[in-house]
């Protein structure tokens, strides 16, 4: 086991060459580059345990998904605008988010978004442009499915996974010479993943106390929230001590706050007119720097 502190200085260094591993704007995979970075001195070749979360629903949006076939009625529907008359500004998103998400695209295409639809209208995307998107998504759904677990699990793999973090893990891996390999992602565990019931990935049970726009990574535990579940009791006694019932974390770095408290010195450019998302207007910048691309045009 290797210990190893990243500093904000050293993220801030390694910007360029991140952007340069990554070949296209991306606001994620930076976590991925220094582990890579860093593992590559000491082997050739890794294994990486992508794929479970996907496969036997270990994220919150998984458990979420449930939230949408609640709100689809007539009696929401009538009050929504009694709703945002009266709700407090913090709880805003709140509504926002039972608005906009009524069926499982809707839903995954909200929890993916990295621009409302007034950013990109700001930024010259057309409403069919967007609607587009979400169309695009859409092709990937298995609505014959009457299990909206697995939908979503489904889409995961497709696009969370398939379009997105596999896609960074072989570049920024690369970028170091590092050859990664993913096991958990084997053709014969993912057909057979497919097979199984939500029921078997997933207690239902010990999920229904958890909202569905509670946090839940950093808070819960794999007894206590039930995910992965026939994953977690097929190995847990090979497990640490104590590793079922302490808080299921995220693979991420405090790269927001970092940018937000200006770590960074080029954060703030031309892409802030539409956003105050500093690493997304950071990592967009340098790409459209690189490639010679401005907004204004």
């Keep these: 086991h290797h210990t190893q502190i990243i500093s904000p200085k050293e993220v801030a260094d390694e910007l360029e060459n991140f952007i340069d591993a990554m070949d296209q704007p991306n606001l994620d995979g930076l976590n991925i580059y220094l582990v890579s970075k860093y593992t590559r001195q000491n082997v050739t070749v890794a294994l990486s345990g992508l794929g479970p979360d996907e496969l036997f629903l270990g994220y919150k949006w998984q458990r979420s998904a449930v939230a949408p076939g609640y709100l689809n009625n007539g009696l929401f529907n009538t009050f929504l605008p009694l709703l945002k008359t009266l709700t407090p500004k913090r709880y805003k998103g709140v509504i926002s988010y039972l608005e906009n998400v009524k069926n499982p695209i809707d839903y995954y295409t909200n929890i993916n978004k990295v621009l409302s639809e007034s950013e990109l209208n700001q930024l010259g995307f057309s409403d069919d442009e967007i609607a587009g998107n979400k169309s695009w998504i859409a092709n990937f759904d298995n609505n014959s499915e009457k299990d909206i677990y697995s939908r979503i699990s489904r889409l995961d793999m497709k696009l969370f996974m398939g379009a997105r973090v596999l896609t ?77 019932t302490r808080a299921k974390k995220g693979f991420k770095t405090p790269i927001e706050d970092w940018a937000i408290n200006n770590h960074f010195s080029d954060a703030k450019d031309e892409f802030e007119i539409v956003t105050n998302r500093k690493w997304q207007t950071l990592v967009l910048n340098k790409w459209l720097k690189r490639n010679g691309i401005s907004l204004k045009n």
């Design 168 to 244: 960074i893990s072989d570049a920024t891996s690369m970028f170091h010479s590092l050859e990664v390999r993913f096991p958990l992602i084997d053709k014969e565990l993912v057909e057979f993943s497919r097979k199984l019931p939500a029921t078997y990935k997933m207690d239902i049970k010990k999920t229904k106390h958890i909202k569905p726009w509670s946090k839940y990574e950093g808070v819960e535990s794999y007894e206590g929230s039930g995910v992965k579940k026939i994953l977690y009791e097929a190995f847990k006694k090979e497990l640490p001590t104590g590793f079922g």
